[in-house]
């Protein structure tokens, strides 16, 4: 018998087609009336979508989100989020604009609705990551945990196939995390399961017919559950490596998820069995191992760290970085381990 504690997460979740159409009536009901719209540059088709749809309950809109959630950034708005008298905000994109959401949250206690439009999976997780003078520190807050959560299969459509393929393997990678976390559940495991089963299934077909909306459909459902996994159990060795080598060289932080995961679940794959059978459930395969490190080829994923930018001279840095401090681990870690882990990931050769 397995022993445990099950806590959800406090969040209204919207999911379908043309659900942005009703964000006015999710601000209502709230009983908020007036919201600040916030993106990353670049994304001012979806932002006019999303401010139609807000009408007059529009307060300002703040293009300025920024991967890693700078200060700066987050300074900067929160002088506009103060001058246009929003009670609230709503967030249309990935975790960047996600990200400044939530750091305007944090400063203000201005509840959230955040409509996604990659995997990443932040919409559902009450964490905050801010980078100040190039450190990133991350941290737990109920305040950032967005209210609302309006799954849109819409808005995902467009996103591009590389970025689709990048973004849904760090959601895979949350589920795969979450089937072996230390504080386990049975229902975050069956969310697991099937958020991965649902991305392995939606990518290779958003890969080759990037419109098919059944697949965004898919992919997007398997994003939500990878989410509420990451938000809901720890994660562990895989997490915490990308974090580090995000951090520390600057690498694009879906690329990089999805070049580590076939390494870090090879680590913990023999001290994980349960794990390992439900993963190769949700991939249909017989090896896990083998069978994400396939699916990251197929979907044509980046293989190595060199090819996303970090140096070959990084990875002693990296081993160091990442035995500080180590997350919880299934599998105890050790330098001569995370060296070869890191050697292989860097060089693009299969797990071992
Ligand atoms: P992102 O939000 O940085 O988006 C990447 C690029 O894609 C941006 O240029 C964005 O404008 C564009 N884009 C987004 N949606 C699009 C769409 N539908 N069509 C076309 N272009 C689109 O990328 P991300 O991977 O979603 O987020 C990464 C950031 O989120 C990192 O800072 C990471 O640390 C953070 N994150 C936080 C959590 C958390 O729980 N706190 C979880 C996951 C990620």
Not at 26 to 40: D, H, K, M, N, Q
Not at 238 to 262: N, Q, R, W
Not at 336 to 349: C, P, S, T
Request: proline residues 7%.
């Amino acid at each position: 018998m397995h022993s445990f504690v099950y806590e959800s997460l406090p969040v209204r979740v919207v999911f379908g087609s043309g659900t942005a159409d009703g964000v006015a009536e999710e601000v209502e009901r709230l009983g908020c009336r007036r919201a600040v719209l916030v993106t990353t540059p670049g994304r001012a088709a979806m932002a006019d979508r999303v401010a139609a749809s807000l009408g007059d309950r529009l307060a300002g809109r703040l293009a300025c989100a920024r991967m890693h959630t700078p200060v700066e950034v987050t300074g900067r708005a929160l002088v506009e989020v103060a001058a246009s008298g929003a009670d609230c905000t709503v967030a249309v994109g990935g975790g960047s604009a996600i990200g400044l959401s939530k750091a305007i949250a944090l400063e203000t206690g201005l509840p959230q609705i955040v409509l996604p439009t990659t995997y990443a999976g932040s919409e559902m997780t009450p964490i905050v990551g801010q980078t100040r003078d190039g450190v990133k520190t991350t941290q737990k807050a109920a305040s950032v945990q967005p209210r609302v959560v309006i799954y849109d299969v819409d808005l995902t459509v467009g996103l591009p196939v590389p970025l689709s393929v990048v973004s849904g393997l760090n959601a895979v990678a949350h589920g795969v995390e979450a089937l072996y976390a230390r504080d386990a559940n049975p229902l975050v495991s069956i969310a697991a399961e099937d958020g991965v089963r649902a991305l392995a299934a939606g990518l290779p077909e958003i890969a080759r017919r990037p419109s098919d909306r059944e697949a965004r459909a898919g992919a997007l459902y398997g994003a939500w559950l990878c989410g509420l996994c990451l938000g809901s159990v720890g994660m562990a060795l895989h997490h915490k490596l990308c974090h580090v080598l995000g951090g520390t060289f600057d690498l694009p932080h879906a690329e990089t998820h999805a070049v580590v995961l076939p390494h870090a679940f090879a680590w913990n794959a023999p001290a994980v069995p349960d794990a390992a059978k439900r993963l190769a459930r949700a991939l249909a395969v017989d090896d896990p191992v083998r069978g994400l490190w396939e699916l990251c080829r197929r979907l044509g994923a980046p293989a190595s760290l060199e090819a996303i930018g970090m140096p070959r001279e990084g990875i002693a840095r990296a081993v160091e970085l990442a035995a500080r401090d180590p997350y919880w681990n299934p599998r105890p870690v050790n330098a001569e381990g995370i060296r070869d882990l890191l050697a292989r990931a860097w060089a693009g050769e299969p797990p071992s």
